[in-house]
């Protein structure tokens, strides 16, 4: 039995077990299981793999994206220019880390794009923001980096203000506010500057339209959540698995 699955905390959130339990089913994959690994600490994580020595692959989401590198053998070219691991192939004794965030938003984003998208703002400075910052340096999309605290690289939510949001037409959600069951949190940004000019992406898929969305959409933007990235990212990772 080839044992995939994905490590996390808390896991209650998880889309991965469903689509790959899906998937084994509707193309016949036979001998493969996909289960939720919640370890409360990545200090566990060395024990997970000695308690499951027959793992063939990982999925890794919030909050370990980042801090399961160390515990890592190779990175794939990308994962190590993000620093961000979503993936975890295990091949020869070794445990590679890949990032097929990347993958997923870039070829979930890139159709919606429109001649006036030629500036982000990217809400968010964690695992997934970085995967995202990857991807619109990859398509030549300049950004700015919002957080709580400004700093060097970052601006403040506080410092947004009509001329910043009028000249930043995609605004991308890398947070997990508005994500069930905090269905009533968004980022806080002055959405009364949205237009009909612009894009607005989140990463959260549940519930399917977030707070941040909604008042998006309330503006007139086109607005996208993260479902069709995770699909995309999940097939990349079985890609990845099966190599």
């Known amino acids: 039995m080839k044992v995939y699955g994905l490590i996390g905390y808390p896991l209650s959130h998880s ?3 469903g689509f790959f339990a899906k998937k084994f089913e509707q ?35 919030i909050p370990y994206k980042e801090v399961i590198i160390p515990h890592l053998d190779e990175l794939s070219k990308a ?30 984003l890139q159709p919606l794009l429109q001649p ?8 968010g400075t964690g695992g997934a923001a970085k995967a995202v910052m ?23 939510y506080d410092s947004l203000n009509k001329d910043i949001i009028a000249t930043h037409t995609l605004i991308i959600n890398t947070t997990p506010l508005g994500m069930y069951p905090r269905v009533d949190t968004a980022p806080e940004i002055p959405y009364q500057y949205i237009t009909s000019q ?8 549940n519930p399917a339209e977030t ?12 607005i996208k959540n993260g479902h069709e990235m995770l699909i995309l990212q999940a097939e990349a990772s079985w890609e990845i698995w099966g190599q």
């Open 79 to 108: 994962a190590g220019r993000i620093g961000a691991v979503n993936c975890i192939r295990f091949s020869n004794g070794k445990k590679i880390g890949y990032n097929t965030d990347v993958i997923g938003f870039k070829n979930s």
């Open 15 to 17: 889309f991965s077990k």
């Open 116 to 123: 006036q998208h030629t500036r982000a703002l990217v809400l």
């Open 198 to 205: 612009h894009l607005l992406y989140d990463l959260v898929y």
């Open 134 to 156: 990857f991807s619109l340096e990859e398509l030549e999309i300049p950004f700015t980096i919002v957080s709580r605290q400004a700093s060097d690289s970052t601006i403040s």
């Open 211 to 222: 707070l941040f969305l909604q008042k998006g959409a309330a503006q007139g933007a086109a």
């Open 27 to 61: 193309e016949n994959i036979a001998g493969c299981i996909y289960e939720n690994f919640p370890i409360p600490d990545i200090s566990d994580f060395p024990a997970l793999l000695q308690q499951h020595p027959d793992l063939c692959g990982l999925n890794v989401t």
